[in-house]
């Protein structure tokens, strides 16, 4: 792979794809050469790069998330550790393996080196990536797989979780205790970007906005005739995006309307993040392969990505990196 590529070139063509929503040169850090004629001709000579892979120990990766300055990668699943990719020296190390079943999502806490994990083993951990040789604190005794959790962006001692029974419980960090419980979430929570005054939390077909604060049900969100596997934010906090397998649906708080979507159209939707350097691109996870949205024009493109269903996405707007997780057993780096 060429590492810079003849970018210039691209421009003309790129824009027909992107919309103007900043300069098209910061996408293209690396320039896939063995692009059939075909594939040239579809995409429009726009090619969305891999600039990096880590392989797992032959097992599923099911979640990742950037640490908040776009230094590390952690990326979790099957093998029931967390492997941490350092984004300067591309060397990785591994927490050890406390969880005893599945982790099914890490977040990094905002503005820090520490992070949780969440597992079907039903227990929380918590880590600092600077000494992954042991956990910080654990909440164990759950009644219930734990399915999702997120961090508070402003009062980062705040984290949710959400298991397989439907219920959000919200805990602080210092100290380690329970603050209440909600209903409404089993796939994924995520908390609103930069504000946190709203969460999102996916149950079966339904999205649910909440009031962090007064925890009542701000929105509904209906409209998916499958299950919604995936949820997330722009990074203004006014638009969240959901998946199931053979739709993407693009919600307005504004409004609590749906504003725009797109079918799979054959393919499977699994997971959904917004491109960090171009607000009306989304990058949609599929069975082996990366949906690239422009929103804005409504147009879409396939990317090769993966051998098996993308589980995850994650973005840093540091780097202006995605990475994508996969049952593949690899994380990949995109740029």
């Given at each position: 792979?060429?590492?810079?590529g003849?970018?210039?070139?691209?421009?003309d063509?790129?824009?027909?794809?992107l919309?103007?929503?900043g300069?098209?040169?910061?996408?293209?850090?690396?320039?896939k050469q063995?692009?059939?004629?075909?594939?040239?001709?579809?995409?429009?000579?726009?090619?969305?790069?891999?600039?990096?892979?880590?392989?797992?120990?032959?097992?599923?990766?099911?979640?990742?998330?950037?640490?908040?300055?776009?230094?590390l990668?952690?990326?979790?699943?099957?093998?029931?550790?967390?492997?941490?990719?350092?984004?300067?020296?591309?060397?990785t190390e591994?927490?050890?393996?406390?969880?005893?079943?599945?982790?099914?999502?890490?977040?990094?806490?905002?503005?820090?080196?520490?992070?949780?994990?969440?597992?079907?083993?039903?227990?929380?951990?918590?880590?600092d990536?600077?000494n992954?040789s042991?956990?910080l604190?654990?909440?164990?005794?759950?009644?219930s797989?734990?399915?999702s959790?997120?961090?508070h962006?402003?009062?980062?001692?705040?984290?949710?979780?959400?298991?397989?029974?439907n219920?959000i419980?919200?805990?602080?960090?210092?100290p380690?205790?329970?603050?209440?419980?909600?209903?409404?979430?089993n796939?994924?929570?995520?908390?609103q970007?930069?504000?946190?005054?709203?969460?999102?939390?996916?149950?079966?077909k339904?999205v649910t906005?909440?009031?962090?604060?007064?925890?009542?049900?701000?929105?509904?969100?209906?409209?998916?005739?499958?299950m919604v596997?995936?949820?997330?934010?722009d990074?203004?906090?006014?638009?969240l995006?959901?998946?199931?397998?053979?739709?993407?649906?693009i919600?307005s708080?504004?409004s609590?309307?749906?504003?725009q979507?797109?079918?799979?159209?054959?393919?499977?939707?699994?997971?959904?993040?917004?491109?960090?350097s171009?607000?009306t691109l989304?990058v949609?996870?599929?069975?082996?392969?990366?949906?690239?949205?422009?929103m804005?024009?409504?147009?879409?493109m396939?990317?090769?990505?993966?051998e098996?269903?993308?589980?995850?996405?994650?973005?840093?707007?540091?780097t202006?990196m995605?990475?994508?997780?996969?049952?593949?057993s690899?994380?990949?780096?995109?740029?």
């Amino acid at each position: 792979m060429d590492r810079f590529g003849d970018i210039a070139a691209l421009d003309d063509s790129m824009e027909q794809f992107l919309a103007p929503d900043g300069d098209g040169r910061d996408l293209y850090g690396t320039v896939k050469q063995s692009l059939s004629e075909n594939q040239k001709e579809s995409s429009k000579g726009f090619t969305f790069g891999e600039v990096g892979c880590i392989r797992t120990r032959n097992s599923k990766v099911t979640c990742c998330h950037f640490s908040s300055d776009g230094k590390l990668l952690a990326s979790a699943g099957h093998d029931m550790k967390v492997v941490l990719w350092n984004m300067d020296t591309l060397k990785t190390e591994s927490t050890t393996e406390e969880h005893k079943l599945a982790i099914t999502d890490v977040r990094f806490r905002p503005n820090s080196t520490q992070l949780a994990t969440a597992s079907v083993d039903k227990s929380v951990r918590l880590w600092d990536a600077n000494n992954p040789s042991y956990s910080l604190h654990e909440y164990t005794g759950h009644s219930s797989p734990i399915m999702s959790l997120d961090f508070h962006p402003k009062k980062t001692d705040l984290f949710c979780f959400s298991d397989n029974d439907n219920e959000i419980r919200y805990w602080n960090i210092n100290p380690f205790t329970s603050v209440r419980v909600s209903k409404g979430g089993n796939a994924q929570v995520r908390f609103q970007p930069r504000v946190g005054h709203l969460l999102a939390a996916a149950s079966d077909k339904v999205v649910t906005i909440f009031d962090v604060e007064s925890d009542r049900q701000i929105h509904s969100f209906q409209g998916h005739s499958e299950m919604v596997n995936y949820i997330c934010w722009d990074s203004t906090g006014d638009i969240l995006a959901s998946v199931s397998q053979n739709l993407v649906k693009i919600w307005s708080m504004a409004s609590g309307e749906c504003i725009q979507e797109l079918g799979s159209n054959g393919n499977r939707f699994h997971s959904c993040v917004f491109h960090p350097s171009y607000s009306t691109l989304l990058v949609i996870g599929g069975i082996s392969s990366l949906e690239l949205w422009n929103m804005a024009e409504n147009k879409s493109m396939t990317i090769p990505g993966h051998e098996n269903i993308i589980s995850a996405l994650a973005q840093s707007p540091v780097t202006g990196m995605v990475a994508s997780a996969s049952h593949d057993s690899s994380v990949k780096l995109w740029k």
